[in-house]
């Protein structure tokens, strides 16, 4: 009981020492200002338009833009939860998204119980009788699994344990799929998948919601957003993975970058490592799916996936964690409660 009341002192010592955190009430949710957070990094460069701030030290940066989901930290565009926010003059971010999303990317050697990793996971998305997004070139099952092959080789030529979850043209169903990354630890999950939707273009990458987080394939937060799952356990490396792999793929595919986002796909919702999916253009757009049919763009996808698990493992380290001085802690969400049944009249 003494050693927590010790580490609780020290942990308050260091929250103060890090700058007070001033928080605001908006609309029922918690929110900090970018000065706050500003600070709290040590970036010190301020550039302020009527919409939007950027605040900067070197190459690292932060943006936000006024009542936009549209976030970049260090010129990487990221989807908030909730937008951002006016209060008093100040640009505000959600608290959700300081501790969910920022603060893990920020500082990816700071997150607890991060696993070094020697294993990686890939995942060619559909098979068989599924052939996934369609293009006049062919089908996103067998472009995803060219593409994790060619990754296959990359990955191994330096060192790496390589698991396909598919190996040929065969329909695996989705818990399959986990069952198998399930299996192994010090391992991480790539999911690969080409996206389909009318004449949109460009590349998005996808990892877990954290606990009342809402998908963004989902209107509003809803009550599923509140079911904890196995992925769970991971929402920092998971957030920290997802950030080094859209990184890579907007870098090398110089496609347009969708941002970095949030879902509950079944492949990634139960794994018990981190994991993350990517969307490696649009087979329904030709202009996409003219580049998705060449070996050259998917090699290029290869690569991009190889320098994402090389700048993970780079990110996460191997050395012991530190005791982790971050933001606040992340707020106890009550699941919203169902609207309660009027008992019948008595007369
Ligand atoms: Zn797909």
Redesign the pocket.
Known sequence: MRRIICLLLVFIARLANAGDWAVHQVGGRDYLDMDNIADFYGLKEVKRTEKELTVSSGVRSLRATMNSAEFYINNLKFILSYPAVEHGGKICISRMDLVKLIEPVMRPSKIKNAQPIDTVVLDA??GGHDN??MSQWGG?KTFALDTVQRARALLQAAGYKVVLTRSDDTFIPLDDRVRIANKYRRAIFVSV??NAGGYGTGVETYTLAPRGVPSMMADGPSISDFVECAGHAHDAENIALATATHAALVVKTRMFDRGLKRARFVVIRDLTIPGVLIEGGFQSNPYDAKFIATPIYRQTLAQAIFSAVENYKRAVGNQPKEERVAAPEPPKIAPPKPAPIEPPSSQ
């Open positions: 998305g559909h996934g997004a996103e998948h080409f």
